[in-house]
C-alpha cells in the first residue's frame, strides 16, 4: 500500500528526536504491508484508525485500495481530544 500523510504528521514526524523517529518509520513501513498494532476506532473517530507506536498515536483512513492517509499524530495522552476537536472545527467552518 501507498501511505501519503496530512501536514500535521509529517510536521511532527519531523520533530520526533531520532529514537523514536526510526520506531515510527519503521511502524510505517510494516503498516504499508499491513502489519502492525492497528485498532479500528469508534464513536466519534468511526472511519479511522489507529497505529499505535510505543506511547505515539498515528490516526489513520484507507482512502482506496491502495493507499492510506496518516491524518493525525500525537501522544497517545492527547492524540483522541484533539482529533475530535478539530473535526468539530472543521465541520463549523464548512457550515458557516
Known sequence: ???SAS??????LAGLPPDPKRRVRRALRHLAAGRG???????ELSGFHRLRVGGYRIVFHY???V???LDFAEERSVVYETLIALLHRAARESRE
Open 1 to 3: 500500500m501507498r501511505i
Open 7 to 12: 501536514d500535521q504528521v509529517v510536521a511532527w
Open 37 to 43: 498494532d492497528i485498532r479500528q476506532l469508534e464513536r
Open 63 to 65: 482512502e482506496d485500495e
Open 67 to 69: 493507499t492510506i492517509r
